[in-house]
C-alpha cells in the first residue's frame, strides 16, 4: 500500500538547485582556468632576456650576453595555478555529491515516516480494537469500546500527526534542549528549570488520583505503541540527532505545562518597566505602562522602583530579556487576541445557542491545535487538541459546547529580593526585618558538542532566584550573589500560580465528560493556572466563566515590581465563587476578546494589562443588531475587517481639526503637502482593512511612523529598550494606542532633540506626512498603494532558523493579508517594527444547536507535522478563504466523512 507523498518535488526542486549551483561553480572554475592557460602561452611565447657577460674563443671579454631562456614553473607560477583549480574542481564536485546523497536521504527519510492511514496493526496493551478513521482533511476519529482504548488510539494518533512538536515541547519545558541544541540553549534550560514548570507537574502528577491518571496512562500507552511499531521517525529526529525515550504521563503533564506557561507570561511588562525606569525615571516610565484611557496612570506602583534601584537591577534584567525572546522562539507565548461569543436562542434563527470561538496564537508550522473527534462509552468530544495531552481541548461533547480566550490575568509578580551572606549561608530579608536562608537545590545539564553544567537554584518565600541561576553562566567569573565588599545585594525572585499547584488535567477532562451546566461549571473549577475566558452552553442555556485562581496581595496590585522586604507578598487566592461569572444574561449574548470584562476599579484587581477593547466592542455592536442568528452569519463575523480603532483615530483627527491645522502649518512646506494628501485620502476611509484598501494601508504606516515619532527620541530606536517597548506593547492595550487615543499631558509628545517644545498636535502632523511619504516610497503614487503590500502572512517552521536552505521544504508563503491587531479576524503586528502579520487565528470553531450536525472547525495549517504530508498545510488554503470543516457528531455522517480507516487490535 502506498505512502502519503505529499511535498517531496520539492526536495527534487532543491537537489535540481544544488546541482545547478555546483555547475555554474565548475563552470566558473573552467572558465578562469582556460584564462590561465592562455595568460600562461602567452608568457612562454615571449622570450625571456637575462643579462650575462662572456668571452671569444680567445678568452677576451665581449661584454654582456643577451640570453633567451625557456620560461620555468619556478619562474612565473604558472604549472601552480592549474593545479589548484583541478583541486577546487575537486572539491566543488565532492560537495555536490555530498549534497546529492544527504538530499536523497532526506526525501527517503521524510517520505517513509509519513504513515499509512489504513490497514490492520496488532497491538499491545489494547483491551478490545480501536478504529482511527480519517477524512479528506486527515483529521483523526479514535473509536473504541472502552474509555482507556479511545485514548490509546488518541495517543496513537497524535503521535501519528505531531510525534516531534510532542518531544520538542517535552524538551522545552524540561530544559533539555541543550541535549539537541548545544550550548546557545543553555540559558532556555536553565530559566526553565529554575521557574520550575515540570517541577511543579511532577508534583500534581504524583497527588492525583487513580481516575484522572487513567486517561493519561492510556495516551502515554499509546504513543509508546506508535515507537515500538515504527522505526522512520519524522525527519526532525534525524536532524537533531535526538532518540525519543518512551512517552509517559508525566509528558503529558509538561504539554500541558507548556500551555498554561505560554498563556500565563506577563512579566514582560514588568522588565520592559525596570529598564525604562532606569533610564527616564519611573514617573516618566509609568506611561509606558498598559493603562485604560479612563484609568489613571499607575504612578503609585511606580514609585516602589527608583531610578537607582532600577540601575542596579540592569545586569539581571538584561540576561532575563534576552532569555526571553530565546524561549519565545521554542514555546510561542500566548498573544491576547482571541474571541469568542455565546448567542442566546432568543436572537438565533433556530431557536437554540450558537457558540463562537478563534483563538489568536502566534504562526508556527504545524499550528499549536490540532483535530481530533474522540468516542468511547463514556467520553465523547470532538474540537481541537494539544500534541502530547489526551483531551479534547475546546469543542463539544454532544451536550455542552465552550470556547476560550485569555482572561489577561496578573498571574506572575516579580520580587526584588536583598540578599547577604552569613556564615557562609546565603539569606533574603523578610518584612519584619528577619533573615531567613534561602533553599537550594542542583541541577545537572547535558550540553551537546559542549561541556555539561551544573547550576545551583535558590529560592525565597516569593519563589525561585530567575537572576542568580543565569549569573552562573557566565564564562568569565560572575558577579556574585553578595558581591564580595557589599553587605547586601538584590536580585530577581519570580512568583506563579503554578508553583502552588494544578488539577487543570482533571478539569479538562471533566469538561469533556460534562452533561450540564452545573457540572460543566464544576470542572472549570479544577483548572488553577491557565487563565482563561469561558463560554459555553447546553444549547438552551448560555454563560461565562473565567478560570486560574487570582493571587490577593497583601498591598498593591503587582502589576509593576515590588520590593520583598517592604511587606509586598501574596497571602491568598481569590476564591472561585468571588470570580467572573454570568448566565442567561438580558442581552441574549456574552463576548469576550481579552479587554477588561470586570468594572472600573474592580477590588480583585484581576488584571492591569487587558488588551485593547475595540474586537469586543465590534463583536458587541454586530451581535446586537440583529436576533436571526445562524451559523453562515456567525462565520461571517469571524472574518470581519472594519475597524473600531481605525474609527476612533479619525474621530481623534476630526476633534483636533483646529490644532492639527496649525501644527501643520509649523511642518516644512514639502511635508505640509504629504500631511494634507494623507488627511484628504484618510477622510474617505471606511475603516475596512481589507487587503487591497489604500486607506488601510495609509492609516497602518501612520501607526509606525507615530510610534517611532513619540517614543523614538527617549527611547532610542534600534535600542534594546526599544526592542523590549515593542514587544511589550504587543501583549496588551499599549501606550502607542493610548497616546493617540489620548493622554495629552504626557511628556513623550515632546521631542528631547528640538528646543521647541512640541504638542501632541505637532506629532500627529508630523506622522501624518511622514507617513504618506513611507507609502510613497514603499509602493509609489497613492493610485498604487495597497494594505497586502506591506502586510504579509508568512507560515515558518521553527527548525528553519538552523537550516535556512530548507525553508521552501517547511515553509508557505508569504502571502498578501487583511485585517490588523484590532480587527475581529485579527492579523496582529507589531506598531512602530514592522508590518508582518505573526498573530492569527489559529482556529475557527463554530457550534449551531440548531443544525443537525452543529460542530464546524479549522486550524490555520494542517493535522500533520510532517512537512512531506499532504496534511501539513491543506487548511491553509481554508483558513484564506475562511471556509470550515464539519466534525461530524452523529453515526451516518462519521462514516460517510471518515472512510480511511486503521484499525488497531489487540495483540
Not at 515541547?169 to 521557574?195: C, F, H, N, Q, W
Not at 498604487?784 to 521544504?809: E, F, V
Not at 512602530?832 to 479549522?858: C, H, Q, S, W, Y
Request: glycine fraction near 6%.
Amino acid at each position: 500500500m502506498r505512502l502519503v507523498t505529499g511535498t517531496e518535488s520539492k526536495l527534487l526542486y532543491g537537489i535540481a538547485f544544488i546541482f545547478e549551483v555546483s555547475w555554474m561553480a565548475q563552470k566558473s572554475t573552467k572558465k578562469a582556468s582556460t584564462q590561465t592557460r592562455k595568460q600562461i602561452s602567452a608568457q612562454k611565447r615571449k622570450p625571456k632576456e637575462r643579462k650575462n657577460t662572456g668571452r671569444d674563443s680567445k678568452g677576451a671579454a665581449t661584454g654582456p650576453i643577451i640570453r633567451t631562456l625557456p620560461q620555468t614553473a619556478s619562474d612565473s607560477g604558472g604549472e601552480k595555478a592549474p593545479r589548484r583549480r583541478t583541486w577546487l574542481k575537486r572539491i566543488v564536485f565532492t560537495v555536490a555529491v555530498f549534497l546529492f546523497v544527504g538530499a536523497i536521504y532526506l526525501v527517503y527519510k521524510a517520505r517513509v515516516s509519513v504513515i499509512v492511514e489504513t490497514g490492520t496493526i496488532k497491538i499491545e496493551g489494547l483491551i478490545s480494537k480501536v478504529t482511527i478513521a480519517r477524512d479528506s482533511l486527515g483529521v483523526a476519529y479514535v473509536k473504541a469500546d472502552t474509555e482507556e482504548d479511545a485514548f490509546f488510539g488518541a495517543g496513537y494518533a497524535a503521535a501519528t500527526d505531531r510525534l516531534w512538536q510532542m518531544y520538542s515541547t517535552k524538551l522545552a519545558v524540561t530544559g533539555r534542549l541543550a541535549e539537541i541544541g548545544g550550548s546557545k540553549m543553555l540559558p532556555v534550560d536553565v530559566y526553565m528549570r529554575t521557574v520550575g514548570v515540570a517541577r511543579n507537574v511532577d508534583r500534581a502528577i504524583r497527588s492525583m488520583d487513580a481516575k484522572h491518571k487513567k486517561p493519561l496512562e492510556a495516551y502515554a500507552a499509546g504513543v509508546n505503541a506508535f515507537l515500538k511499531t515504527h522505526k522512520n521517525l519524522p525527519i526532525e529526529f534525524t536532524l537533531t540527532g535526538y532518540t525519543p525515550e518512551p512517552w509517559t504521563i508525566e509528558d503529558c503533564g509538561y504539554a500541558f505545562g507548556a500551555l498554561a506557561f505560554g498563556l500565563a507570561i506577563n512579566i514582560n511588562e514588568e522588565l520592559f518597566f525596570l529598564d525604562a525606569a532606569k533610564k527616564l525615571g519611573p514617573e516618566k516610565a509609568a506611561y509606558l505602562v498598559p493603562t485604560y484611557q479612563d484609568e489613571p496612570i499607575p504612578f503609585a506602583e511606580a514609585q516602589k522602583i527608583d531610578k537607582k534601584l532600577a540601575s542596579l537591577l540592569t545586569p539581571h534584567t538584561e540576561k532575563i530579556s534576552s532569555t526571553l525572546k530565546m524561549l519565545n522562539e521554542v514555546i510561542r507565548v500566548g498573544m491576547p487576541a482571541s474571541n469568542n461569543w455565546v448567542v442566546g436562542g432568543e436572537k438565533t434563527k433556530s431557536g437554540k445557542a450558537i457558540v463562537a470561538n478563534d483563538t489568536h496564537l502566534p504562526i508556527t508550522m504545524p499550528s499549536i491545535w490540532s483535530m481530533m473527534n474522540i468516542e468511547s462509552p463514556t467520553y465523547k468530544a470532538a474540537g481541537v487538541t494539544i500534541a502530547g495531552l489526551p483531551y479534547i481541548q475546546l469543542g463539544y461533547n454532544g451536550k455542552i459546547a465552550w470556547g476560550a480566550t485569555m482572561v489577561e490575568a496578573d498571574c506572575q509578580d516579580l520580587f526584588i529580593e536583598t540578599l547577604r551572606m552569613q556564615n557562609g549561608q546565603t539569606q533574603f530579608l523578610r518584612a519584619n526585618n528577619t533573615w531567613s536562608p534561602v533553599r537550594e537545590r542542583k541541577e545537572h545539564f547535558k550540553v551537546r558538542f559542549g561541556r555539561d553544567r551544573d547550576v545551583v537554584l535558590r529560592f525565597t518565600a516569593n519563589g525561585p532566584l530567575v537572576s542568580d541561576a543565569l549569573n552562573q553562566l557566565d564564562e568569565t567569573p560572575h558577579m556574585s550573589l553578595v558581591p564580595v565588599g557589599s553587605k547586601t545585594s538584590f536580585h530577581i525572585a519570580m512568583r506563579w500560580s503554578l508553583q502552588d499547584g494544578d488539577n487543570a488535567g482533571a478539569g479538562i477532562y471533566e469538561m469533556g465528560r460534562a452533561q450540564t451546566m452545573e457540572g460543566f461549571r464544576r470542572a472549570l473549577s479544577r483548572i488553577h493556572s491557565m487563565y482563561l475566558n469561558i463560554v459555553y452552553s447546553d444549547g438552551e442555556n448560555i454563560a461565562w466563566q473565567t478560570t486560574g485562581r487570582i493571587p490577593v496581595r497583601s498591598k498593591g496590585t503587582g502589576q509593576l515590581p515590588s520590593v520583598a522586604a517592604d511587606g509586598y507578598r501574596w497571602k491568598a487566592f481569590l476564591p472561585f465563587e468571588r470570580q467572573p461569572h454570568k448566565e442567561n444574561p438580558k442581552s441574549g449574548y456574552l463576548v469576550t476578546a481579552n479587554e477588561r470584562t470586570v468594572p472600573k476599579g474592580d477590588t480583585r484587581h484581576i488584571s492591569g494589562v487587558w488588551y485593547s477593547p475595540e474586537r469586543a466592542e465590534r463583536i458587541t455592536d454586530v451581535l446586537s443588531k440583529r436576533s436571526d442568528w445562524d451559523g453562515e452569519e456567525t462565520k461571517k463575523l469571524q472574518l470581519d475587517l472594519y475597524s473600531r480603532m481605525a474609527e476612533k483615530t479619525l474621530f481623534i483627527l476630526n476633534a483636533m481639526e483646529r490644532n492639527l491645522k496649525e501644527a501643520i502649518q509649523r511642518l516644512p512646506t514639502k511635508k505640509q503637502k504629504r500631511a494634507k494628501s494623507a488627511l484628504e485620502i484618510l477622510s474617505k476611509f471606511d475603516n475596512v482593512m481589507a487587503k487591497d484598501s489604500k486607506g488601510a494601508a495609509l492609516i497602518s504606516a501612520f501607526y509606525y511612523t507615530f510610534t517611532r515619532n513619540v517614543f523614538g527620541d527617549e527611547l532610542g530606536i534600534d535600542s534594546s529598550l526599544w526592542k523590549n517597548f515593542i514587544d511589550t506593547n504587543l501583549r496588551s492595550y499599549n501606550a502607542p494606542q493610548d497616546h493617540v487615543l489620548g493622554r495629552d499631558e504626557s511628556p513623550f509628545f515632546d521631542d528631547i532633540r528640538t528646543e521647541a517644545k512640541e504638542s501632541k498636535a505637532d506629532m500627529l502632523a508630523l506622522s501624518l506626512a511622514d507617513a504618506y511619504e513611507f507609502c510613497e516610497d514603499a509602493m509609489g503614487s497613492p493610485d498604487k498603494w495597497r494594505w497586502g503590500k506591506l502586510h504579509k502572512i508568512y507560515w515558518r517552521s521553527d527548525i528553519t532558523k538552523d537550516l535556512p536552505l530548507s525553508n521552501w521544504y517547511f515553509n508557505y508563503g508569504p502571502v498578501a493579508y487583511q485585517g490588523d491587531s484590532h480587527t475581529v479576524n485579527v492579523a496582529h503586528y507589531a506598531w512602530g517594527e514592522n508590518f508582518e502579520t505573526f498573530v492569527i487565528p489559529a482556529m475557527r470553531l463554530v457550534v449551531d444547536f440548531g443544525k443537525i450536525e452543529p460542530v464546524e472547525l479549522i486550524v490555520h495549517s494542517g493535522v500533520s507535522g510532517h512537512p512531506s504530508s499532504k496534511h501539513y498545510n491543506d487548511q491553509i488554503k481554508y483558513f484564506l478563504e475562511g471556509k470550515n470543516h464539519p466534525l461530524p457528531i452523529r453515526d451516518a455522517a462519521k462514516s460517510a466523512q471518515y472512510t480511511k480507516i486503521l484499525t488497531l487490535e489487540k495483540k
